[in-house]
């Protein structure tokens, strides 16, 4: 019964959830993650067919474009900028430190720089060109791959969304915020391609690069509650 009691308060500091964070998934999620990055690497690196594609569909979308799509991907990227992404990380980490959740305040802070950290660093390894100036609507400067805005609404959108699914008990609540979350970094991604700034394989790259950065961090944080929880449980059933 003691046990029991002491069990609890782990519960509400978001230290256990049963069934939120399944190491096995998580590896395997993370495997299969690493491999389809590994090949899409490899595919923009030899200039293989992926690449034919990519050009096939900015030309597709160069002849396609609506003015009123236009104007909502321009304010829909933005969504992925570094100045807007950092300040909502910061005040999701504050909120969750502030509620007693620090581990998962130091998850959403952790994502979100090593996901910057390692899109820079491909950028520069792979030094790949973006596409034609006369194909893009708005300014940009840099290598292409992968996609930083892409590669950002993961790291901070499907982040807060995973979060959230590891800390409420309420199925509508996951569900709800999961699925916005995947549309905005579907958007933002999309974004990037319709206004001619990246490939298509830049944004699949920058999608799968914060999603491997993701499942890391998730991993991590399903052995440290393993550890906690049993933790917990050999010092509730230690006392008398």
Same mark, same amino acid.
Not at 2 to 27: E, F, I, M
Not at 59 to 81: E, K, N
Not at 152 to 175: D, E, F, K, M, Q
């Given at each position: 019964?003691? /046990? ?13 959830? %049963? ?32 690449? %034919?594609?990519?050009?096939?569909? !900015?030309?597709? *979308?160069? +002849? +396609? ?15 992925? %900028? ?30 979100? *720089?090593?996901? $910057? ?6 950028? /520069? ?8 100036? %006369? ?6 400067? /840099? ?20 979060? !959230?699914?590891? $800390? ?27 206004? /001619?700034? +990246? ?42």
């Amino acid at each position: 019964m003691s /046990g029991r009691r002491r069990c609890q308060p782990a519960r509400r500091a978001g230290l256990r959830h %049963d069934g939120s964070v399944n190491s096995s998934a998580v590896g395997v999620a993370l495997l299969a993650v690493g491999l389809l990055f590994g090949s899409v690497l490899e595919q923009v690196a030899t200039g293989g067919p992926l690449t %034919d594609g990519d050009r096939s569909v !900015l030309r597709w *979308i160069a +002849h +396609h474009r609506v003015p009123f799509i236009t104007d909502m991907f321009r304010g829909v990227t933005v969504l992925g %900028d570094g100045w807007v992404v950092g300040p909502i990380v910061v005040a999701a980490a504050v909120l969750l430190l502030v509620w007693g959740r620090w581990r998962l305040g130091v998850l959403v802070v952790s994502v979100s *720089i090593v996901t $910057s950290l390692l899109t820079t660093l491909a950028k /520069g390894l792979v030094d790949r060109p973006r596409p034609p100036l %006369d194909a893009r609507l708005v300014s940009v400067s /840099g290598p292409a791959f992968p996609s930083g805005h892409a590669s950002n609404a993961v790291g901070c959108y499907l982040t807060l969304a995973a979060v !959230l699914w590891v $800390s409420s008990p309420r199925g509508w609540r996951r569900v709800t915020v999961g699925g916005a979350a995947i549309l905005l970094a579907l958007g933002v991604g999309g974004s990037r391609v319709y206004l /001619g700034v +990246h490939w298509p394989s830049d944004v699949l790259g920058g999608w799968l690069l914060g999603a491997a950065v993701l499942l890391v961090a998730l991993a991590a944080l399903a052995r440290t509650r393993r550890a906690q929880w049993r933790g917990t449980r050999v010092e509730g059933e230690g006392r008398p």
